[in-house]
């Protein structure tokens, strides 16, 4: 089994910075992509931002250049630094990674508790 736990949530004031954190644990082989999704409430959980393990990312449209996504491969942690944050980024912020275990296994996919943001004056 693998294990997501993220940090770094929190409340913070409207064009404020965060930094989010998500190291993951047990049985790891290697970690294809690992990236950031987020549900506010009463709306579908969306793409926030992706990284590969050779360092293509991808963004959400709504927070293109203003979020940067990066992945330590040797930790197997991926992190979020949020900037110029706005009431509409107010979420839980969920890691998800994909994972093999071993050498020719199957991909799996797991997600961490999530953690909140809330961007609020």
């Known amino acids: 089994q693998v294990q997501l736990v993220e940090s770094g949530g929190g409340l913070v004031q409207p064009g404020g910075s965060l930094r989010l954190s998500c190291a993951a644990s047990?049985?790891?082989?290697?970690?294809?992509?690992m990236g950031w999704y987020r549900q506010a409430p009463g709306k579908q959980r969306e793409l926030v931002a992706v990284?590969?393990?050779?360092?293509?990312?991808n963004y959400g449209d709504s927070v293109q250049g203003r979020f940067t996504i990066s992945r330590d491969n040797a930790e197997n942690t991926v992190y979020l630094q949020m900037n110029s944050l706005q009431p509409e980024d107010t979420a839980v912020y969920y890691c998800?990674?994909?994972?093999?275990?071993?050498?020719?296994?199957?991909?799996?996919?797991?997600w961490g508790q999530g953690t909140q943001v809330t961007v609020s004056s």
């Open positions: 998800n990674a994909a994972v093999y275990g071993s050498p020719g296994a199957g991909r799996g996919d797991y």
């Open positions: 047990g049985r790891i082989f290697t970690i294809s992509v």
């Open positions: 990284v590969t393990n050779r360092g293509s990312t």
